[in-house]
């Protein structure tokens, strides 16, 4: 009888992060007696009070509409599932992938990219918002876990992971939502001109794979859209194809659960083949980030149907008009807290209130923009609620 032979990592590639060389911490700190340097930094995001927020963070559907859709914890956890599979496939340091996978929306508001248009409209006058360097504003400052220093004091590679794993940012240091990045990378240079390791590029890459998976088969579970209406959009539809081969009169959700399944399969398949393309001859983790380009990375071929699928789910599902209502809705929440807190920031809690004083609007302007970016879609519901509204007990 044969078998499929086990699954053996290779050796670890000489174009990967050595945690033993990393250019550690901006505090120095003692090594871990148990864990490599990645390791940790990956726990100390696990452990962080905003990755805890990301359970009730919108992804695509608002938190409180569902248990079976994801968050954006689960789809941090999605990411980060794919991306130690692929890294630990190219001889990479797994850690370290998971670790940037991990991390990468920790500055996403409530209500997902509505949050996210309307605190940049908000916050249009005094520097704008981003969530990539909200992330980093996040994870370097914001958390204050320790009493040596504020964030997590991540290792140098997490930190250029964590802002850099879409590629090079010095054409963004010049954007006003971008100052935090700036004058921290003016101090402790993450070298902004040059590609991240493979490592956080294989967070990224994962990041696109698990989202557009995982849309395909959320939209498909709401009913906006049904199996048929993707038989013929690239990428999902030669899966069903395959499934309905396979299992005849199989029923529509183990279909589509198998589906997604093997397109997931597929465009990991497909970027192992690609990456291994590109770093052929690579001799060192130095030259992947002076490569000029990605290295981790989907072929042309499966590109081009990644761009047809998206262009269906921004039809079909991203501007539905019931994503809409929501989007509207969570728009005026968080536009009304806003202009409040500015109006009358004595309602804000003692602690964020306290962190206004010395400031000018600018600077109060950011301050309330960290609160309301750090909460959760149930809270900031709840929050406006409370403000707006007046409660009468029998």
């Known amino acids: ?15 990967a992060e050595d945690p033993t060389k990393s250019r550690g911490r901006r505090v120095p700190e003692p090594e871990s007696r148990t864990r490599t340097a990645f390791a ?3 726990d100390r995001i696990i452990h962080s009070v905003a990755f805890r927020r990301l359970k009730e963070k919108t992804q695509v559907f608002v938190a409180h509409e569902g248990d079976t859709y994801r968050t954006r914890l689960t789809h941090s956890l999605e990411v980060a599932q794919i991306a130690r599979s692929i890294a630990k496939a190219l001889g990479l340091d797994d850690d370290l992938a998971e670790g940037v996978a991990l991390a990468h929306d920790l500055g996403h508001p409530p209500f997902g990219h509505s949050g996210e248009d309307e605190l940049d409209l908000r916050m249009s006058a005094y520097g704008g918002f981003d969530h990539n360097a909200q992330t980093f504003r996040v994870v370097t400052a914001l958390e204050q876990r320790y009493p040596q220093f504020d964030g997590l004091n991540l290792t140098w590679e997490t930190l250029e992971g964590v802002i850099k794993h879409n590629g090079p940012i010095s054409h963004r240091l010049d954007d006003p939502s971008w100052k935090w990045v ?3 990378t003016a101090e402790y240079d993450l070298r902004p001109d040059t ?6 590029q294989v967070a990224a890459i994962a990041d696109d794979i698990a989202y557009n998976n995982h849309d395909v088969d959320d939209g498909i579970q709401a009913g906006l859209f049904t199996i048929d209406d993707v038989q013929d959009v690239p990428l999902i539809g030669p899966m ?16 589509r659960l198998e589906a997604v399944r093997r397109m997931i399969g597929h465009m990991v398949s497909d970027v192992l083949a690609e990456t291994r393309r590109r770093v052929a001859g690579l001799k060192n983790a ?5 490569a000029g380009q990605a290295v981790v990375a989907f072929s042309p071929a499966v590109a081009e149907d990644l761009a047809q699928l998206r262009q269906f789910l921004h039809a079909r599902m991203y ?12 728009r005026r929440i968080l536009a009304e807290m806003f ?3 500015l109006e009358e920031p004595g309602v804000l809690p003692t602690e964020w209130s306290s962190r206004l004083e010395g400031k000018d609007q600018t600077g109060r302007a950011r301050v309330i923009c960290d609160y309301i970016a750090g909460m959760t879609d149930r809270f900031a519901i709840e929050e406006h609620r409370k403000l707006f509204q007046i409660e009468i007990w029998s």
């Open 1 to 15: 009888m044969s078998s499929t032979p086990s699954f053996r990592p290779p050796e670890r590639a000489p174009y």
């Open 40 to 42: 940790r930094d990956r």
């Open 182 to 184: 700036a004058d921290f």
């Open 195 to 200: 590609w991240a390791s493979a490592e956080a």
């Open 240 to 255: 069903i194809d395959s499934v309905r081969r396979d299992f005849p009169g199989l029923d529509d959700k183990m279909l």
């Open 286 to 290: 130095e030259e992947v980030r002076m």
């Open 319 to 330: 501007r539905h008009y019931r994503l809409n209502r929501i989007r509207s809705q969570a």
């Open 339 to 341: 202009a409040l807190f």
